[in-house]
């Protein structure tokens, strides 16, 4: 099958990453019946009718003293929309994650391309291991915006003109940069998702520094928050100790 492009597809720019919760079975109830099975057995199912602020001391010490299974008796689903070099950082994260992206293979990608914003911090200063990032200056600004822009239309233009001649998706897609557009779906738990933030955001609590490229860590910001109010216990003793995964 031949695609045939549509002459007036233009490129859209974008500096923003979007992550939806689209599934969930995620409570602090999860933890607590998980953990009591160990000493209670079958009553452990009691856990589902009670009030888990009653045990929120609990949660506390599983997370303090790194018992972690009980953390994973739960499931989120998110839809991500992001760059593909974000997309390619994810997939280091495998235990406890599933992932379903989108797929060059099947479909003609469209032409959505990621451009700094003007808060993203452009210039790298120090040693490897030893670094910091800087704002960029206007003229850099301007620089990277207007080269990312006309690489990322010829580039386009490129995937287009063999789409139009026959030649089959996965081969065309090949032209096209990390900059570009895709979508998945990312499921994972409490745990692995805790493992994943302390390694993919910054936060002052953090016991453990981490330095995160900052478009992956939009996406662990935004996944954060809507943990936190599926979970706001667990999600409290996750801050309490030192943001480190159990």
Known sequence: MTDTPAEDTKPAFRSEVAVELVKHAASDSDVLWAARVST?????????????????????????DRH???FEHNSMTFFISAPIFVFREFMRHRVGW?????????????PVFYVPGEERKLVQEGRP???????GSAE???????????????????????????VAREVARAVLPVG???????????????HFLGLRTQHELARTPSFPQR???????????????????TYAAFNANGRVAP
């Open 140 to 166: 850099q600004q301007a620089l990277t915006g207007r080269v990312m822009e006309e690489s990322y239309r010829h580039s386009y233009e490129a995937y287009q003109e063999m789409l139009a001649a026959g």
């Open 98 to 110: 599933s992932y379903n992206e989108e797929s060059g293979r099947y479909r003609q990608l469209q």
């Open 40 to 64: 209670v057995g079958e009553q452990s199912l009691d856990e589902l009718k009670k009030d888990p602020e009653r045990s929120k001391g609990l949660i506390n010490y599983l997370m303090r």
């Open 215 to 233: 478009e992956i860590e939009m996406v662990g910001e935004q996944m954060e928050a809507h943990w936190a109010t599926l979970m706001p216990l």
């Open 180 to 194: 570009l557009y895709s979508s998945m779906y990312a499921t994972c738990n409490a745990r692995s998702l805790m």
């Open 68 to 70: 972690g299974s009980p």
């Open 129 to 135: 291991g030893k670094y910091v990032f800087v704002e």
